[in-house]
C-alpha cells in the first residue's frame, strides 16, 4: 500500500544499546522529517532532509544519527539510547507543504 | 522558538463554536495546523501562508495575521469528531521544507 510507514510501532530497549527506527514512504517526496513526541513538549523537530543525502539538523538532534541513502528511506539511529529519549517518534514526509505523518514508533528505554 | 497556543484545554457541547489561537515571537512564513486523535499520527489540516488570508475547508477555518504573527483556528458547529489535540506549526521557509516548530498543542473535547 502506498503512504509512510514505520517499523518497530513498538520498541524496548536497555540504556546503551543501539537503536534503529526506520521510516518508509512510497510516494518519493523529496523532504522527510523526524520528531519526537513527549507529554508537555509537542513535537519536536530532530533532523530533516530535502533530499537523498542531504540531512540537516533540527531542534534537539543531540543523540541522534541520520542517514538518506535513498529517497524513500529515512532510518534514525539512537548511537547509545538514553532514558530521556522514551518517546513516541514520528515520521514524515513532505513534497512541498503539507507533512505525512507516519503511524509512530513508541520507544521505552529502560 | 516554539509558538504558544491558547486554550491548552476546551471542553465543548456539539454545536458549539471554538476557537484556538496560535502566536510566535518570530516573524512567520507560515503556519500549519494539525489534528492529532489520541495514539494516531497528526493529520494536515491546512496551511497560511503570509498575507493574513483566511483558509477553510468544511466547517473548519483559520486566519493569519502577519503583522501580529498570530494565526487562529475556528471551528464552526463542533462535531464529535472534532475532539483531539490541535497544532499549530510554523515555517521558516514557505512550505515548512526545513521543518515546522510546533507548539504545545490544545485539547479539545467535544462531549454529546
Known amino acids: 500500500d502506498a503512504g509512510i510507514t514505520q517499523s518497530p510501532r513498538y520498541k524496548i530497549t536497555e540504556t546503551g544499546r543501539q537503536v534503529t527506527l526506520m521510516c518508509h514512504q512510497t510516494?518519493?517526496?523529496?523532504?522527510m522529517f523526524w520528531y519526537r513526541q513527549d507529554l508537555g513538549h509537542g513535537l519536536r523537530l530532530i533532523y530533516y532532509?530535502?533530499?537523498?543525502?542531504?540531512?540537516d539538523k533540527g531542534e534537539v538532534p543531540d543523540g541522534y544519527v541520520v542517514s538518506r541513502s535513498k529517497t524513500e528511506n529515512f532510518p534514525l539511529t539512537l548511537e547509545s539510547a538514553t532514558r530521556s529519549q522514551t518517546s513516541v517518534y514520528f515520521c514524515?514526509?513532505?513534497?512541498?507543504?503539507?507533512?505525512?505523518f507516519g503511524p509512530g514508533t513508541r520507544l521505552t528505554v529502560t | 522558538q516554539q509558538p504558544v497556543q491558547s486554550p491548552q484545554a476546551v471542553i465543548l457541547r456539539e454545536g458549539e463554536d471554538a476557537v484556538i489561537n496560535c502566536s510566535s515571537s518570530?516573524?512567520?512564513?507560515?503556519v500549519h495546523w494539525y489534528r492529532q486523535k489520541h495514539g494516531e499520527a497528526p493529520v494536515f489540516l491546512m496551511i497560511?501562508?503570509?498575507?493574513?488570508e483566511q483558509k477553510g475547508h468544511d466547517k473548519i477555518s483559520a486566519s493569519f495575521n502577519e503583522k501580529k504573527q498570530q494565526s487562529s483556528l475556528y471551528l464552526t458547529a463542533s462535531q464529535l469528531s472534532y475532539s483531539g489535540t490541535y497544532f499549530c506549526?510554523?515555517?521558516?521557509?514557505?512550505?515548512?521544507?526545513?521543518?515546522?516548530?510546533f507548539g504545545k498543542g490544545t485539547h479539545l473535547i467535544i462531549q454529546p
Open positions: 506549526g510554523t515555517g521558516s521557509e514557505v512550505g515548512g521544507a526545513d521543518g515546522l516548530t
Open positions: 510516494w518519493s517526496h523529496s523532504y
Open positions: 532532509s530535502a533530499a537523498a543525502d542531504i540531512t
Open positions: 514524515a514526509s513532505s513534497e512541498y507543504r503539507e507533512q505525512y
Open positions: 497560511l501562508l503570509k498575507g493574513g
Open positions: 518570530k516573524a512567520l512564513y507560515s
